[in-house]
């Protein structure tokens, strides 16, 4: 069988993995679980070449059937590459296989090709490398040098070492036809390719390819696409991969109040399914308690659950929440005015942000004469120094949205437009505009280590053969003169994982940050701005590190909130992060009501905090707190 020969039966191969997938592998260890890697077949209209051929994960606990994990979206994407004219070149993976790593851990393989899954000519002889010991951290790619000059189409089998052999063995397809097998000792050192041969490999796996005949299109396979791992790696995988929900709401048995008011501060201990924990307030019903006379009396109470609905405004994108002296703020991209102009609302909390006729103030119009003219995109309120700023883009006549920041003078009042000093364009040290030579937008400010910095979306060429994409760039700066960076910008992302360049949208933009447990997270967003493939990437970094060195950086392979989140929240980004009164993280961002959906639609929702401190960015309501679970009662204790 040649590569050319399995081509269609490789772009349906385990496509939809669910509980109910059939697959045998007499080989299964029953004290362990099995891992699966595989691609989907792409689907312009749901599920597109960038997250199609990247690799995904699946988990098998009995050795018959496998459940994707992710929501059977990909993990691992391969990241593009750059052109001599510095623009983007998706790339993509197929036929991705996973094997054990001698000193430990696992290995997973994959062939890069191009976005359309064509061979990929700037690794030829070469194929992608990701370890991991836990399924859920990965390396960074690598590309492992085959030691051939042919192009690897598709992989056969894998023998590994052993205490009589350190080498592993792999064979494989050329796109050719031919048959080899490459010896490899260490990853970082080319291997040696022996072959072709006639007829070993096609022997080894000849029924490897099986379609399932019910029409799910899933896939029977033996090694080497897929690993037996241990439970508990296989579980931690999964839980990870998967779902938060609440699994129990705990409250005291005896609770010893002398006022309704001491009972109200008695919260419930909502419990989550990885054992993480947070505090919901309660609505306790003391109606039958006798403050007055010592003795016990059972109570009900209803926990609360901060929740939203969806959508909360259309027509809004990159919304901001804002809370300042006492009251929440509300302020976003007007797209339902074109984008001109900002406007701001005023509410109690941030439920009366979004309350029918609630009255949106005008701050800052369309003004030719300071050419304030068009794109007044993404503004953000930020606390720089002593002084609240306004950070946002907008452009003159001729198109092309620049940074600028708009400062409250003191005592004055956010929603009366007087209250505004003039807009400033940022600007670099030697002068020029933060975005000269091309576009910026999408400002946000981070206080950490003592040190202020500025990150915000660079892009050149837009709409041209020289387009670079939307890049993200970080530079330190004065709180008290924030108008001019003081470093030199440094480049910290690119969109190159297939997911952030999808179908060429080459997107990174919309960065915010929020500050937990000694890190800064950064979030920013990739994909369609305005449709279904947006999505949220996460970048983190130890609060005290210099966020100039991209060492200090960690960055997600995987987005962190897509369209395979949240059930009926499609293209989830250009987020930003507030804290409500009951002290919760929440996030809010904008996201369509359908999967062909062109309106943007304000979105919040708590942040959670896992087992491990690490934020988890899909809590939906739902999941958050089970209504199931928010019925409580206890025992008011009084006495003298």
């Not at 050329?174 to 072709?196: C, H, L, N, V, W």
Request: net charge negative; with cysteine.
């Amino acid at each position: 069988m040649k590569p050319s020969d399995l081509a269609g039966v490789m772009l349906c191969a385990a496509a939809f993995f669910t509980s109910a997938a059939v697959s045998a592998f007499p080989e299964y260890d029953p004290g362990s679980e099995q891992i699966l890697v595989y691609t989907r077949p792409a689907e312009p209209n749901r599920y597109p070449d960038g997250l199609a051929r990247s690799v995904h994960f699946a988990r098998s606990t009995d050795g018959k059937n496998f459940t994707a994990m992710n929501g059977n979206y990909g993990i691992l994407f391969a990241k593009a590459t750059i052109s001599p004219e510095n623009t983007i070149r998706p790339k993509c993976v197929k036929d991705p296989i996973i094997f054990p790593m001698k000193d430990g851990g696992y290995g997973i393989m994959a062939i890069r090709t191009n976005e359309d899954g064509t061979p990929d000519e700037e690794s030829k002889g070469k194929v992608l490398l990701w370890t991991t010991k836990d399924l859920i951290h990965f390396s960074d790619e690598v590309l492992v040098d085959m030691g051939t000059t042919e192009q690897i189409g598709h992989f056969g089998y894998i023998s590994l070492p052993s205490k009589y052999n350190p080498n592993y063995h792999f064979g494989w397809w050329a796109e050719s036809g031919k048959q080899y097998e490459t010896t490899i000792t260490d990853f970082s050192t080319p291997g040696k390719t022996t072959g072709p041969y006639d007829d070993i490999i096609v022997d080894e796996i000849a029924e490897e390819w099986i379609v399932e005949p019910n029409g799910a299109n899933l896939l029977s396979i033996k090694s080497p696409r897929k690993v037996s791992v241990p439970r508990s790696v296989a579980d931690r995988a999964a839980l990870h991969w998967g779902h938060l929900v609440s699994v129990a709401a705990r409250v005291p048995e005896n609770v010893l109040a002398r006022s309704a008011d001491e009972l109200a501060k008695v919260k419930a201990e909502i419990v989550y399914s990885d054992g993480s924990t947070t505090l919901k307030p309660v609505k306790w019903d003391a109606s039958g308690v006798q403050f007055d006379k010592p003795g016990k009396y059972e109570v009900t109470g209803t926990v609360q659950n901060e929740s939203y609905g969806f959508p909360l405004a259309r027509a809004w994108g990159d919304p901001v929440i804002f809370k300042w002296d006492g009251k929440f703020y509300f302020i976003a991209t007007t797209d339902a005015r074109n984008n001109i102009g900002l406007y701001v609302r005023e509410a109690d909390d941030p439920h009366g942000l979004f309350a029918d006729g609630v009255k949106e103030h005008l701050i800052l119009d369309r003004d030719e004469a300071r050419q304030l003219i068009q794109t007044f995109w993404a503004p953000e309120f930020h606390v720089i120094g002593d002084d609240l700023y306004i950070l946002f883009a907008v452009g003159p006549r001729s198109w092309g949205p620049q940074c600028h920041y708009m400062k409250l003078k003191k005592g004055a009042s956010i929603i009366d437009p007087a209250s505004w000093e003039d807009p400033v364009k940022i600007m670099k040290k030697d002068g020029k505009g933060v975005g000269d030579g091309g576009i910026s937008l999408d400002m946000t400010y981070i206080k950490a280590g003592g040190k202020s910095y500025y990150v915000w979306s660079y892009r050149r060429g837009i709409g041209s053969p020289r387009d670079t994409g939307s890049m993200l760039y970080i530079a330190t700066v004065d709180e008290k003169n924030p108008g001019v960076l003081t470093s030199e910008p440094v480049l910290l992302t690119r969109p190159l994982y297939g997911w952030e360049n999808v179908r060429g949208t080459i997107n990174n933009e919309g960065p915010y940050a929020f500050k937990a447990n000694g890190k800064v997270y950064l979030t920013y967003s990739g994909g369609d701005a305005g449709g279904y493939t947006y999505a949220l990437g996460l970048l983190t970094a130890d609060e005290n590190a210099d966020l100039l060195d991209l060492a200090s950086w960690t960055t997600s392979p995987t987005p962190v909130l897509s369209f395979n989140s949240i059930p009926d929240k499609f293209g989830p980004g250009h987020n930003a992060f507030f804290t409500d009164d009951f002290g919760n993280l929440m996030i809010s961002y904008h996201g369509e009501t359908s999967i062909r959906g062109r309106e943007r639609c304000v979105a919040i929702h708590r942040v959670h905090f896992n087992i491990d401190g690490e934020p988890v960015f899909d809590m939906s309501a739902e999941r958050d707190l089970d209504p199931a679970l928010a019925n409580v009662k206890t025992t008011v204790v009084v006495s003298r």
